[in-house]
């Protein structure tokens, strides 16, 4: 046999040679190919996950107002969500573009310190209301001008007990406006 031939496919079915010398070098992939496969097709899902779908959002900083506040450069430009109080009459809203603008304020702290949020979307949820003394959660990020540009904006509702207690001093349910 010449090593032209070698390199050839056997052909079983006419060469009356033997069905076990046929198989040699007819046994698929090596173990290491197929696990180098699984690697990869793992790999890729994982990526899949963390860059390409709303898993992404996994991995973004969770800080409250103070603490961006304290240090704004260490957090220009990255992607975060931002905790903190709806400031009292803070809230506007602009038609042309469609924005909307508040400020948050940490717990316990004075107007001065409050982070200025841009919206630029037309519709926020029902129970984003102005004097109601919610805590907002804004996700998006610190621009050079200090103004922090939400792309989502996600107003936490206050409990039952804490709506009774606010009922007592006047407040009203959100949905009954």
């Known amino acids: 046999m010449t090593s032209q031939d070698r390199r050839l496919p056997l052909d079983?079915?006419?060469?009356?040679?033997?069905?076990?010398?046929?198989?040699?070098?007819?046994?698929?992939?090596?173990p290491f190919v197929k696990l180098a496969v699984v690697v990869v097709l793992l790999g890729g899902a994982v990526a899949f996950l963390i860059f390409g779908s709303q898993a992404s959002d996994a991995f973004v900083y969770s800080k409250f107002v103070n603490?961006?506040?304290?240090?704004?450069?260490?957090?220009?430009?990255?992607e975060l969500r931002v905790e903190g109080n709806l400031?009292?009459?803070?809230?506007?809203?602009?038609q042309d573009p469609c924005e909307w603008r508040f400020a948050l304020t940490s717990t316990g702290s004075s107007s001065s310190n409050s982070l200025p949020v841009?919206?630029?979307?037309?519709?926020?949820?029902?129970?984003f209301r102005d004097g109601m003394g919610i805590t907002v959660?804004?996700?998006?990020?610190?621009?050079?001008?200090?103004?922090f540009v939400a792309n989502q904006v996600i107003p936490r509702c206050p409990s039952r007990y804490e709506m009774d207690e606010r009922r007592q001093e006047g407040f009203i349910k959100p949905h009954d406006r």
Do not use: M, Y
């Not at 079983?12 to 090596?30: A, F, T």
């Not at 603490?67 to 990255?78: M, Q, Y």
């Open 87 to 94: 400031e009292f009459g803070s809230v506007k809203f602009r």
């Open 12 to 30: 079983c079915s006419n060469s009356g040679i033997e069905k076990k010398e046929c198989d040699v070098g007819h046994r698929g992939l090596s």
């Open 67 to 78: 603490e961006v506040l304290v240090k704004p450069e260490a957090f220009i430009g990255r």
């Open 118 to 127: 841009r919206f630029p979307q037309c519709v926020v949820p029902d129970t």
């Open 137 to 147: 959660t804004v996700q998006g990020s610190l621009q050079d001008d200090g103004w």
